[in-house]
């Protein structure tokens, strides 16, 4: 007699069982697997939403004015999601706002390693950059940004104005006209465009440019005192009184403004009405040695040597280069018999000739080569070597900053600071 099944034991499986067998097993598994998977998409959505609520809050606070809170919103949702590029984005834009420019780029540089074409972030690197002095990289994502949006006027007239400040005056006037190619009535483009045409001496430009502008807006004091300024190089005086006389009714006036119509009251013979402005140019800026000398001229002029002599001096201590003060003090001396003084005010003029004339070059050849630290090297060292200290520092301090593998900048930096 057989043995009896234990009750407790199952009877292996058939060849037609085994295969139902394993299908159910393997239904099993994949049952499990597809749960799993659903609890984990459903915690990666949960925590875009919470990165999505803290970054849209980040951006309500700082449309509020509340930096601080918003940079507490985009760090939680960097906490959530650290590759949000929404996040950081936003992050380096609040930094930016804040003056916090290091921490803007690292925060910008990461949102544009996630998402290269990220334009907002490409602005916001370029002005941090900017505001820094790393000028290189200000123009290369500015130049990025533009890559991605050509039609945009702000970013090529920041371009513009970055390379204004270089001296870089082709590529200012470039991306000046660009901006407005796009955006016709943009105001300060054509402000700066006029401005970089009268530094570039094409004066009859500039004119155009600030005639078009206050069509647009005829009541802009400062269009009408630039346009001043053109005229008056250009020796239009007719056409400069009339500017400036504009932009003061407007409420805009400066020293230098003042100083050219004394000069042009004085070359119509009204010495009167010349140091009535050239006194009123010194009371805008007393620091202005030019306006004294101008004082100093036109009273000589009518015989008040004693108010000349003070005016002279006044403007040879605000400014001890300015050789027309000396040549006129030291004139003056001689005529009135005071030999020694007035050789000696002679013989610093003659030296200050030479310096002026070695600056110039320099300076010509700066504009010429904008981008050569070694053509800015040799202004600096004119500077340096007639003991302008200060200005020699900022031609260093800016080659240093713009050209760190220009060594000699630096040292000479550390030279300045050690006689200071």
């Known amino acids: 007699m057989g043995k009896q099944k234990d009750k407790g034991q199952q009877a292996p499986a058939t060849s037609t069982e085994r295969p139902r067998l394993w299908r159910r097993r393997l239904g099993v598994v994949v049952v499990v697997t597809v749960a799993g998977l659903g609890g984990l998409l459903w915690s990666q959505h949960r925590l875009d939403e919470a990165a999505r609520e803290a970054t849209l809050l980040g951006i309500q606070r700082r449309g509020q004015g509340r930096l601080d809170d918003a940079i507490r919103a985009f760090q939680k949702a960097l906490d959530t999601r650290p590759e949000s590029v929404e996040a950081w984005s936003n992050l380096g834009i609040v930094y930016t706002m804040q003056e916090r420019y290091q921490k803007a780029i690292e925060c910008l540089g990461r949102a544009v390693e996630l998402k290269p074409d990220l334009f907002e972030a490409r602005i916001a690197l370029a002005i941090a950059h900017e505001r820094l002095g790393n000028v290189r990289d200000a123009e290369t994502h500015y130049k990025h940004a533009l890559q991605l949006r050509p039609s945009f006027a702000q970013v090529s007239y920041n371009l513009g104005r970055l390379y204004q400040e270089e001296g870089v005056l082709d590529e200012a006037s470039r991306y000046y006209r660009e901006a407005l190619r796009h955006k016709p009535d943009f105001l300060e483009a054509m402000a700066n465009l006029g401005f970089v045409y009268h530094i570039q001496e094409r004066l009859d430009e500039a004119i155009e440019v600030y005639e078009r502008a206050l ?133 610093t003029f003659e030296e200050l000739k030479v310096y002026e004339g070695e600056l110039k070059a320099k300076q010509r050849n700066v504009a010429r080569n904008p981008r050569d630290p070694q053509a800015a090297y040799d202004l600096g060292m004119v500077y340096f070597g007639r003991g302008r200290l200060a200005k020699a520092r900022e031609v260093f301090d800016k080659i240093a900053r713009r050209h760190p593998d220009f060594a000699a900048a630096g040292e000479k930096l550390e030279e300045i600071e050690d006689l200071r």
């Open 215 to 347: 069509v647009l807006v005829p009541r802009e004091g400062p269009l009408h005192q630039r346009l001043g300024w053109s005229y008056m190089a250009l020796g239009d005086h007719e056409n400069a009184r009339q500017a400036y006389e504009q932009a003061i009714a407007l409420g805009v006036e400066s020293a230098q403004d003042q100083r050219d119509l004394g000069t042009i009251s004085e070359l119509e013979g009204d010495l009167e009405t010349a140091i009535t402005c050239y006194e009123r140019a010194v009371l805008l800026n007393p620091q202005y040695g030019d306006s004294s000398y101008r004082l100093g001229a036109a009273l000589e002029k009518l015989g008040n040597d004693s108010r000349a002599d003070g005016s002279y001096q006044r403007a040879i201590t605000l400014d001890p280069d300015h050789a027309a003060a000396h040549y006129s003090l030291g004139r003056m001396y001689l005529r009135l018999g005071r030999t020694e003084e007035g050789a000696n005010l002679m013989a």
